[in-house]
């Protein structure tokens, strides 16, 4: 018994290291490696233009920093009527025009608050195309004369408002008032609580207002007659800030009027408005409604450490940056992450990526001026920085590394890095890329990069803002856990 129990334990196929029988299976091992400088070469480069048609804000503004020179920013509109035609002047007895205001809802500022805002207004040349597309480098003409030029506006204004009905009296709260008002016609206050207030002539809003003064209805092929568009630009004099403006609030050209036939004591203020910007999807309708409008973004480097990148083909590397780089909205810049020494394990057989992620810190306390990105993306490019790309529904589409669990030759669901530990004075962004990794050492992304760039907005994204990290490049890691036959 002994000699044939002996004989059987000698016949077994050996254990694995999993500690388990598989008959004729090879043993598998786990292991982790990171990459880190010098295996990865890190440089800021500049990925443009970028997505501005119909986001959810348009910039307006100038703004001087140390590190990306001067930021410039204007908004092209097309213009739709909007009030009904009961509101128009023709309706009343003795209309008489008061004043033509710009008004624009910011919801922040990149900059200084105590400076007012300067701007200048254009009419457009012609209306924005709806069958072009538009983006922070297109130019779009407007006429030579300006409707109004150096139109000032305060930004640190405050409101009152009712917080509570039900009190006796009712309670109150004073609240930022973030509102533009840029004045282009005037009649002069010689009144409290509007005096002085000096005349300001506009023969533009002579002209628009007689026309809404003439008929029972005001349409839209009137309102392309007399305004085929609006651009805002800051003035030559102002570069303390740069101003976003969201949804919360309507952009409208207004003509206030009152009339001088009410019997009514003291005049009530009319008013007709035609509308731009986000019109319906500031009440929830699909942005698709709203009329065209984008956001075009110039930046001028000279004289910053990024001045090379005015050649889109040109990097600024980490050394030249004291250990550090850059990725910005709106602006396009990004971190060009170039991996080395990849092939040693392109050339493990049976190898199998089980996770991989680029760990991307952001150094502390850098970001004053403008606040870290919430994510970034990775973006394929060739060696000139050009993004890559492939045909999606029969159009050419950059190519992103996908998330894990996706087709990674798709174009629709973007691996999304998180900013983690935001809070913290050591926070960094996590982006996985396992799949991507495995698709990489395989050779089956129908050609591989040169390089990657880590951007925070990508042309789906529908925010537009100047958010920057500083990152820091030294301590970039891809960390890879495999395992092999």
Known sequence: MVALTALALAGCDEGTDLNVDLPDSAAISTEYTEYKDPLLDVATVRVSPVQTLKANQYLIGRLNDNIAGTTEARAYFNVITGSSNDSLPSKFTRPVLDSVVVIMGFDKVSGSTAVPASFDVFNLLAPLDERQAYNSGSTTATASAPLGTNLMSRLNRTAVVVTDTATRPVTTAVVPDQTIRLVLQRTAATAAPFSPAPAVSSSFSTNFYTALRGGTSFTQTQLNGLLNGLAIAPSAGYSSGILSFGRGLNSRLTFFFHDEGSTTAPKRWHSYSAFFGPVFSSAGAPSARDPRYYTQITTDFTGTQLSALSNPAQAVTA???????????????????????????????????????????????????????????????????????????????????????QNQLGTFQPALGTLVDASSTQPYYNLVITNYLQAFLTDKLEGNPAALVLVPNISSTPTLGLNRAAIDANNISLRVYFSKQ
């Open 319 to 405: 050394t030249v940056l004291n250990g550090t780089s850059y990725l910005q909205e709106g602006v396009g810049l990004g971190t060009r992450v170039t991996f080395k020494g990849l092939e040693v394990l392109m050339n493990k057989p049976g190898l199998t990526v089980n996770r991989a992620e680029l760990r991307v810190p952001v150094k502390p306390f850098s970001n004053a001026l403008y606040p870290n990105p919430t994510a970034i993306y990775a973006l394929e490019v060739d060696a000139n920085n050009t993004p890559l790309q492939r045909l999606s529904n029969f159009l050419l589409t950059n190519r992103l590394v996908q998330a894990d669990g």
